[in-house]
């Protein structure tokens, strides 16, 4: 009996630019007399059903937009005679899907490091149940990626988790509901361990695969201490604290280690943070901007973003401390007209953002969004193929709709259109250009243009086109660019690299260098 993990993908570049750390995670967690797991990566490449064989374990960890795919490798692997087993957010939320669609024996909510390891015993010893909660574990009990089994030449980054959950509530997310607003943190430690072991390997660009790298800020430690909640401050703190010590000890790591995130536009505000996330080398972090317009962010509960003038000095705050940005915006927001395509694109250039990505509303499920989507459609939702559209990602690709809830003033393809305007503006071959300045020499500028048009192919023709062979044609020449970028990522391992063991003030034991 072999255990198989699947991340499904439709699309295949040969070249992943971040690794999916669930597989790696899942690998962990398995029991070691079973052998280790077999690992397939979609995204990467389809999966060989011939690897499959009768009485093996195959699990497949599925998010909203690759569920329908997994669940085609569902029914195959279920045919072939495996035992399947669904995880990830999407089975966490629609469970009975994977019973009804994809072939299922079995499915995980929620975490699945600690559970795991039962689901593979009770599979074995044939008294598997339906449905097992992994719960939302601690942060101590997170499990380290078994990053061996992982290929040194296919992807650009590798991602390791410093934190789950996140404070806020905005109404397009789904992880402070999946993942609580209660942050999970690991003990930086673990978490040095991990990276190091990265480093070994030949990875040297880490992304930091949290949901919010900053999730205590310096207006929750002011709220708590104007409230005299001492004992909040202090728990508080301690998270601040352990945020300043993984960052201290980041900034300890090989000189050409490089990092990336995704933090909240709150930690403009706070210089201090950005300072120690730049001596730390995180370099970039993807920021949710979401909308220019302060009626736009109170219609996604994400006030406590800036707009207007504002917005564009506490942007230009992060690069000044040296940390670029990866602004985030969402169109088709019912506040959104024809003229803020434009005003993004003019915000985007003038806040100094090294990156942007648009992408049209979409509601996700377990968001506020979703839930007041589908109340909007009083139970009788329009179909297409038969499905409602309150299940679009069981719809084909080829046939399901881009934009879901009809706005105000803009049709779909209104939308559509101007955002791939907007995409069009802000990659332009002169504005790459212009942006590449922020690399020292003609090599790293020419190896930005490169990384700024992958990026382009992959999320935007891919993502938001509607022609399919527009599509095609995106997905080629994005496989294309990918092998010399990836390239760009490639470092010479260090198998010596060192972990000393030193004792820190606090008497706990600790990993330095
Ligand atoms: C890092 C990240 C990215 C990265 C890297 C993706 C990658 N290659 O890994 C980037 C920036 C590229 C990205 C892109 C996108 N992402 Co993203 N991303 C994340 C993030 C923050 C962390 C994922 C991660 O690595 N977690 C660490 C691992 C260990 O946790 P995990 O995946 O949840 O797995 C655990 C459990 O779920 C379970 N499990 C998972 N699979 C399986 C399988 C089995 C068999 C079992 C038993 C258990 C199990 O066990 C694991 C260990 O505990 C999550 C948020 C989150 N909290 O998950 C969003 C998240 C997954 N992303 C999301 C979205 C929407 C996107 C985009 C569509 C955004 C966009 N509009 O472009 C794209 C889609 C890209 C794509 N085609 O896949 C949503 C998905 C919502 C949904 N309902 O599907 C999330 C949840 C964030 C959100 N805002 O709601 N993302
Ligand atoms: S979008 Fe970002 S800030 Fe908002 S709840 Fe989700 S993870 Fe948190």
Redesign the pocket.
């Known amino acids: 009996m072999r255990i198989h993990?699947v991340?499904p993908?439709d699309?295949s570049f040969g070249i992943?630019?971040?690794?999916?750390?669930?597989?790696y995670?899942?690998a962990a967690?398995s029991p070691v007399e079973h052998g280790d797991p077999v690992i397939t990566d979609e995204?990467l490449e389809q999966i060989h059903p011939e690897l499959i064989q009768p009485g093996d374990i195959v699990?497949?960890?599925?998010?909203?937009?690759?569920?329908l795919r997994g669940m085609q490798v569902g029914r195959m692997a279920r045919e072939r005679g495996a035992w399947v087993?669904?995880?990830?957010?999407?089975?966490?939320?629609y469970p009975e899907e994977a019973f009804e669609l994809g072939g299922a024996h079995a499915v995980?909510k929620?975490?699945?490091?600690v559970?795991?390891a039962k689901?593979v015993a009770d599979l074995v010893k044939g008294t598997a149940q339906k449905i097992?909660d992994?719960g939302r574990?601690s942060g101590e009990q997170?499990?380290p990626?078994r990053w061996d089994l992982a290929p040194r030449n296919r992807y650009m980054w590798a991602?390791v988790?410093t934190v789950?959950?996140c404070p806020k509530h905005?109404s397009?997310?789904?992880?402070w509901r999946?993942?609580g607003q209660k942050p999970r943190p690991r003990e930086s430690d673990v978490v040095i361990e991990e990276i190091v072991q990265l480093r070994r390997l030949g990875f040297r660009f880490i992304?930091l695969?949290?949901?919010n790298f900053y999730p205590v800020t310096l207006t929750d430690i002011q709220l708590a201490q104007k409230q005299g909640n001492a004992h909040r401050v202090e728990e508080l703190q301690a998270i601040r604290s352990e945020r300043f010590a993984l960052m201290e000890r980041l900034a300890k790591l090989p000189p050409d280690m490089v990092f990336f995130t995704?933090i909240t536009m709150e930690a403009g505000e706070d210089t201090q943070f950005l300072d120690a996330m730049r001596k730390a080398r995180i370099k970039g972090a993807?920021v949710g901007v979401e909308s220019v317009t302060a009626e736009g962010l109170k219609s996604v509960f994400k006030e406590f973003n800036s707009a207007g003038a504002d917005l564009a000095t506490r942007l230009n705050t992060f690069k000044e401390h040296g940390v670029h940005v990866l602004g985030?915006f969402i169109f088709g927001l019912p506040s959104d007209r024809a003229d803020t395509f434009a005003a993004t694109t003019a915000l985007a250039k003038k806040a100094g953002l090294t990156f942007a990505?648009f992408?049209m509303m979409?509601p996700?499920?377990?968001?506020v969004d979703f839930d007041r989507w589908e109340k909007s459609m009083n139970g009788n939702p329009p179909r297409v193929d038969g499905i409602p559209i309150t299940r679009y990602w069981l719809i084909p690709a080829s046939v399901r709709p881009k934009m879901f809830s009809p706005h105000e003033t803009m049709s779909t393809e209104e939308i559509r259109e101007r955002t791939q305007g907007v995409w069009d503006s802000f990659y332009g071959m002169r504005e790459i250009w212009i942006r590449s300045k922020c690399v020292p020499t003609l090599r790293g500028r020419l190896a930005f243009l490169f990384i700024s048009k992958l990026y382009r192919q992959m999320?935007a023709n891919t993502?938001i086109s509607t022609d399919s062979a527009r599509r095609q044609k995106a997905t080629r020449v994005a496989r294309w660019l990918a092998v010399p970028c990836r390239k760009l990522f490639e470092a010479k391992p260090m198998p010596e690299l060192e972990v000393a063991v030193v004792p820190r003030p606090s008497g706990l034991t600790s990993i330095t260098y």
Not at 85 to 93: F, N, Q, R, T
Not at 364 to 367: A, E, I, S
């Open positions: 993990l991340n993908s699309t992943g630019v971040i690794t999916p750390r669930w597989l995670v899942l967690a995204t699990g497949i960890g599925i998010h909203t937009g690759n569920a087993v669904y995880g990830g957010i999407h089975a966490s939320l995980v929620g975490d699945g490091d559970v795991w689901v097992y992994g574990i997170f499990l990626a991602s988790q789950r959950g905005c397009f997310c789904s992880v999946t993942d992304a695969a949290d949901d995704q993807l985030s990505q992408v979409t996700f499920p377990g968001t999320y993502g």
